[in-house]
């Protein structure tokens, strides 16, 4: 190669002119590098691209696979997803149904409750005022009887003798007892 350059700075020889070319090779080489580069590129062509394209195809293969296993997976997510939404409306319906019968059934409840209460105590409310009027007549009747004593006693003391005989004391009880219930109005 350095002959080259002191050829060519010397300037004795136009490397372009004779058999010697700086750019262009000799023929045999020319020959045999074409050789090798068809042998080589058979080689590549019969062994090592069909053995790349293998590869690649399975590659190829391998991604559209996991493509359509990716969209069959999300389809059944989202199967799967609306299926659960589905379900959730599902038991919201139902849960908003079971609390409105709760409601209802606690109204229900809360009237008989109230119907019952009421009745009870108008019960009571009658039961006091039929034991009311029971003590209020056993009063009477004591009183009546008291009454009596009294009015006999104090008619015997105004008389100055005993009323001995019983017609004698019911006639006088009765007339004293007829007598206080015609002013006991007036007096209310």
Do not use: H
């Not at 034991?131 to 003391?157: C, H, M, P, T, W």
């Amino acid at each position: 190669m350095n002959n080259v350059f002191y050829t060519l700075a010397a300037g004795e020889e136009n490397p372009g002119s004779g058999s010697f070319s700086v750019l262009l090779p000799k023929n045999y080489d020319i020959f045999w590098s074409l050789i090798c580069f068809v042998v080589i590129l058979w080689l590549f062509w019969k062994f090592v691209l069909p053995a790349y394209n293998k590869m690649l195809q399975e590659r190829e293969d391998r991604i559209e696979g996991g493509m359509k296993r990716a969209e069959a997976q999300q389809a059944e997510a989202k199967a799967a997803l609306e299926k659960y939404n589905a379900q959730l409306a599902d038991a919201r319906a139902e849960a908003a149904e079971i609390r409105e019968q709760a409601r209802e059934r606690g109204k229900q409840i809360e009237a008989e409750a109230k119907s019952q209460a009421e009745e009870e105590s108008r019960r009571i409310v009658a039961s006091g005022e039929k034991q009311l009027q029971a003590s209020r007549a056993q009063v009477i009747s004591e009183l009546r009887s008291e009454i009596g004593q009294n009015s006999i006693n104090l008619a015997e003391k105004l008389l100055g003798g005993e009323l001995s005989s019983a017609t004698k004391q019911s006639s006088t009880i009765d007339t004293f007892l007829s007598e206080l219930d015609s002013v006991a109005p007036a007096g209310k």
